[in-house]
Structures are given as C-alpha cells and as structure tokens.
C-alpha cells in the first residue's frame, strides 16, 4: 500500500493513498451520467493562523463533485469566500470504473501573484508516471518510473473514495508509506474509535474518523488527515480535517447540491 503526496504551498491539501487488493469495492457505481456533490465551509485554525492568514485567507467555501461514466471523475474546488478570483485550490483526481485503480491526479493553486499547477498522469502498462508542473516562471516535464507492483494510487479525492468503500473493513491501523519529492515516509492509516455527531442540514448525523499519522520509529512525515464519514450506507465525508506544522485547514459539510449517488451494495 502506497501514499503519495506533493510539497510545498499545496501540501497542506495533497495526500495520496494506495490500496492493497485485499480492499475491493464496496460501493455499488453510479449510473453513467450522475453527479454527487457536497458543499463545504472551510477555515484555518491552529496557534500560526494569524500569520498564514497574512498570505492567504483563513476561511472560504469547498466543493467536492464527483461525476461517473466510464471513470470517475472527482474534482474538489476551495476558494476564498468571493469566489476564485480572490485564490483557490482545485484538486482533480479520475479512477477507473471500478474505483481502484487512480488514472490521473490534477493538483493547482493560486493567490494573489503565487500560482502551481501539477498534472500526473499513471501508465501503468509501462510503469511510468508523466509530470507536467506549470508556475508563472517556468513549465517542466518529467517521467518517473513506478515501483515494480504498485498499481494502485490515490490522491485525496479517491482516498476519501477508497474509505466510502471500505470504511466497515478498516477497522484495524494499516502500516503504509508516504512518497514525496522522490521519499518515502511510513504512515499509519487507522480508524478512530469514536463517533461523533454532526448537525447537516438541521438534521443530526453519526460520523465515524479515520486518520492518516506518522508512524512510529521510522522518517518524520509532517503533516496528518482526519475524514469523517457518515454511518450510513452513503458514507458521505462531513469533515475533513489536514493538518501542518503552522495551521490546520478544516472542512465542513454544509449542503448535499446533488443527491448522494453511491451507496453500499
């Protein structure tokens, strides 16, 4: 099992995760054509929020929309509260039908005369990955070479995919690793033993947690990512929460814009 993450201003957003075979889907797929979509509020929070507010805003609106045809595509769009032209990031991911196997991964943000956009593409026919990396200065392309046997990637958006399918067999710490910048950081993937509640939409709704933390006695990973998922069978992510040395960006579910779509089988 794989996780995969950028560095740098996009980092605070961007993880990867790979499953073993051993976690197939449990989600029965949407008809070709659907859309599910969730609204969300963000903000910073954490002891540096002033300072990362001088940069960037402390607060905004998410979307997370997930479409389905002969892949799924998921595209998760944070703004500051105007809108893009006031900065964003967006992050796009496309998985094969089956939601296991992550085609590409999009990641790009700007605000105000900062700007990144990283596209990767997976081929895994030929064990490669295809990097083009756009800022205001300079435009690069690059092949890196995929590890022999690893096959399955996500980012994210197919992370939080990945867990909406098997949130009920994840219910032991999984031992993974985090690669960033040509590294590898052990992790650990485990789930909460809590449930919280959540008030969406004025009604009350029972939500498990699952994080993704350093692991113990191995390379210092600095960051971590907590998602909340529903009890129910659609498992919808109310909260998502990314934690960094200076803030930790949290994301509340405020509005389900299009009906939930996936369900389990």
Known sequence: MKLIRTSGIAALLMVMV????????????????????????????????????????????????????????SELMITAPNGKQGGFYAYESEIDERGTKTLMTYHGYAWGDKSRAERTVFDYRKGQARINKKTPDAEENRVKKLPRGDEEYRDVLTAIYFLRQNADKVTKPIQTNIFS??????????????????????????????????????????????????????RVPVRIEIKQSMASLQLDLKKVTSPVLVARR
Do not use: C
């Open 18 to 73: 790979a499953s073993s075979s051993v976690y197939g889907g449990d989600l029965s797929p949407a008809a070709t054509g659907q859309v599910e979509e969730f609204r969300y509020s963000w903000r910073l929070r954490g002891g540096m929020r002033f300072v990362a507010g001088l940069v960037f805003p402390t607060s905004g609106v998410g979307n997370l929309r997930t479409s389905f045809g002969d892949t799924v595509h």
């Open 181 to 234: 910048d040509g590294k590898e950081y052990p992790v650990v993937f485990r789930p909460l033993g809590q449930q919280k509640n959540f008030v969406i939409e004025g009604q009350n709704r029972a939500a498990r947690g699952f994080e993704i933390v350093d692991a113990p006695g191995g390379k210092k990973w600095p960051g971590a990512v907590t998602v909340w998922l529903t009890t129910d069978d659609h």
